[in-house]
Nanobody
Framework: QVQLVESGGGLVQAGGSLRLSCAASGRTFSSSTMGWFRQAPGKEREVVATISRSGSSTYYVDSVKGRFTISRDNAKNTVYLQMNSLKSEDTAVYYC?????????????????WGQGTQVTVSS
C-alpha cells in the first residue's frame, strides 16, 4: 500500500514558477514508478511526467518539455514537480500517482495509487 499526499499548488501569474511535492507513506516507494498527472475542467486526466524507480529515467509530455522537471528523493519518500514558465493552459488539478514495477506507463489506468490532487491556477 502507498498513500500519497500532494502539496505546493496555488495561484501564480503566467511566467511564474511552482514546485509541487508528493509525500508517500509505506515501504514500497523506492520500488514504485511515479507520475504526475493533471486534469483541467471538462478534460480527461493526462500524464505530465513520469520518473523511474531510481530516478534515472524521466518522461515529459511535449507541452511541458523544457519547462517542468520531475525528480524524486527516495530517502525522503518524496517526488517533486518543478514547474517554470507557467502558462494559463497549465491550469488544472495536479495528481501524484504510483505504480509497482519498472515500466513508467503514461496511461492513468496503469497507476494503482493516487493522491487527492492539488489545484494549480495560472493567471494570464
Amino acid at each position: 500500500q502507498v498513500q500519497l499526499v500532494e502539496s505546493g499548488g496555488g495561484l501564480v501569474q503566467a511566467g511564474g514558477s511552482l514546485r509541487l511535492s508528493c509525500a508517500a507513506s509505506g515501504r514500497t516507494f523506492s520500488s514504485s514508478t511515479m507520475g504526475w498527472f493533471r486534469q483541467a475542467p471538462g478534460k480527461e486526466r493526462e500524464v505530465v511526467a513520469t520518473i523511474s524507480r531510481s530516478g534515472s529515467s524521466t518522461y515529459y509530455v511535449d507541452s511541458v518539455k523544457g519547462r517542468f522537471t520531475i525528480s524524486r528523493d527516495n530517502a525522503k519518500n518524496t517526488v517533486y514537480l518543478q514547474m517554470n514558465s507557467l502558462k494559463s493552459e497549465d491550469t488544472a488539478v495536479y495528481y501524484c500517482a504510483a505504480r509497482s514495477g519498472a515500466i513508467a506507463y503514461t496511461a492513468p489506468g496503469q497507476y494503482n495509487y493516487w493522491g487527492q490532487g492539488t489545484q494549480v491556477t495560472v493567471s494570464s
